[in-house]
T-cell receptor, first 115, second 114 residues
Framework: GAGVSQSPSNKVTEKGKDVELRCDPI?????LYWYRQSLGQGLEFLIY????????KSGLPSDRFSAERTGGSVSTLTIQRTQQEDSAVYLC?????????????FGPGTRLTVL | AQSVTQPDIHITVSEGASLELRCNYS??????LFWYVQSPGQGLQLLLK??????LVQGIKGFEAEFKRSQSSFNLRKPSVHWSDAAEYFC????????????FGRGTSLIVHP
């Protein structure tokens, strides 16, 4: 079956522009996570969706970052007024449910470059 | 709060040699522990996980890891490394308290020499 997909795979934008990153989780997975991976760094948690519950936004670095998940499936991460420090790989992952023993399935990521 | 330390940023081994990647965690109770591998340009793939039972867990691609509560460690091992094992390896911990968000270590980059 299809895995987690993300689009675009690469995005180059100018400082100050807004960008939208898309994640299609595995069908039936109720939990969805966004992470940011900067060069030489580990994964930085951004936001977590579980079913119809209010998302956990505790990892969002600033109010320029937001995310939504429509219909419990596709998610979009939006970065407004991008800055050069936003350059990173943005990874999306999904899992069967919000249980701590569940395996996360990761997409290939979107590489964002802010000029 | 849970935390994960991977003390080695880079590890270099020769093909055929044994491998051990270190992972230490900080959490009061027994956590759920994971090892993921990330090949260049790819997302992360689960190698193995531990949450109860036998402290030596077997994973895919010939990897294993041992949970040692006394040392707060969950080191990843492989008896004989293949060139295709060159990748980034991440240890992760998921604790309790209603949090289902794993914390990842900074990763260890494995370089394999022929």
């Amino acid at each position: 079956g299809a895995g987690v997909s993300q689009s675009p795979s690469n995005k180059v934008t100018e400082k100050g522009k807004d960008v939208e990153l898309r994640c299609d989780p595995i069908s039936g997975h109720t939990a969805l996570y966004w992470y940011r991976q900067s060069l030489g760094q580990g994964l930085e948690f951004l936001i977590y969706f579980q079913g119809n519950s209010a998302p956990d936004k505790s990892g969002l670095p600033s109010d320029r970052f937001s995310a939504e998940r429509t219909g419990g499936s596709v998610s979009t991460l939006t970065i407004q007024r991008t800055q050069q420090e936003d350059s990173a790989v943005y990874l999306c992952a999904s899992s069967l449910a919000g249980e701590r023993h569940n395996e996360q399935f990761f997409g290939p990521g979107t590489r964002l470059t802010v000029l | 709060a849970q935390s994960v330390t991977q003390p080695d940023i880079h590890i270099t081994v020769s093909e055929g040699a044994s491998l051990e990647l270190r992972c230490n965690y900080s959490y009061g109770a027994t956590p759920y522990l994971f090892w993921y591998v990330q090949s260049p340009g790819q997302g992360l793939q689960l190698l193995l996980k531990y949450f109860s039972g036998d402290t030596l867990v077997q994973g895919i691609k010939g990897f294993e890891a041992e949970f040692k509560r006394s040392q707060s460690s969950f080191n990843l091992r492989k008896p004989s490394v293949h060139w295709s094992d060159a990748a980034e390896y991440f240890c992760a911990v998921a604790a309790g308290g209603g949090s289902y968000i794993p914390t990842f270590g900074r990763g260890t980059s494995l370089i394999v020499h022929p």
